[in-house]
């Protein structure tokens, strides 16, 4: 997972929570980022702009799964990613999708819907790296990659980061 946050390009690994609303400030909804968390009991947090301003959500990570941080009621349903990316491409395609999701905040607001569109990048990615997060996108299936008439090198460049975000 550690490699795919070097590539990925909106991973910000110390970056506050004060840091990340500044950041994020001025974007649009639905611009997010990746950072550290700064409760000892997570990894990482996701900051994301909504209509109400920037929000981050803890994501978890329990017997080699990540998932978004939630109630503990509701935790048996909530879904569980083998990679952190992974999780983030999962509540992109829900926005694009329109499905509903909703921001439990820390208020206890539960009305301010999950949008996740665009991540806010802090490099720009080689030519090579964005060509293969199209490849993917485009492919849908990560599976199918092994159909495409690419040398074993280039296959295997796909294979090394199976996502989209």
């Not at 004060?18 to 550290?36: F, M, N, S, V, W």
């Not at 720009?124 to 299936?141: F, M, N």
Request: proline share 4%; charged share 20%; net charge positive.
């Amino acid at each position: 997972t550690n490699d795919y946050l070097q590539v990925c390009g909106f991973y910000y690994a110390n970056m506050s929570n004060q840091a990340a609303k500044q950041t994020l400030k001025h974007c649009k909804i639905g611009t997010y980022l990746l950072r550290d968390s700064s409760h000892s009991g997570f990894l990482y947090s996701l900051s994301t702009k909504t209509s109400r301003g920037t929000t981050s959500v803890r994501i978890s990570y329990s017997s080699g799964f990540f998932r978004l941080d939630c109630e503990d009621a509701i935790q048996s349903v909530m879904p569980r990613f083998e990679s952190v990316l992974g999780l983030i491409q999962y509540y992109m395609e829900k926005t694009q999708n329109m499905r509903k999701c909703v921001w439990l905040e820390s208020s206890g607001r539960k009305d301010t819907p999950v949008v996740l569109q665009q991540p806010k990048r802090n490099a720009v990615s080689c030519l090579k790296h964005l060509t293969r997060r199209a490849i993917i996108k485009a492919i849908a299936e990560p599976s199918r990659l092994k159909d495409l008439p690419v040398t074993a090198q280039n296959l295997q460049y796909l294979q090394d980061y199976p996502f989209y975000v």
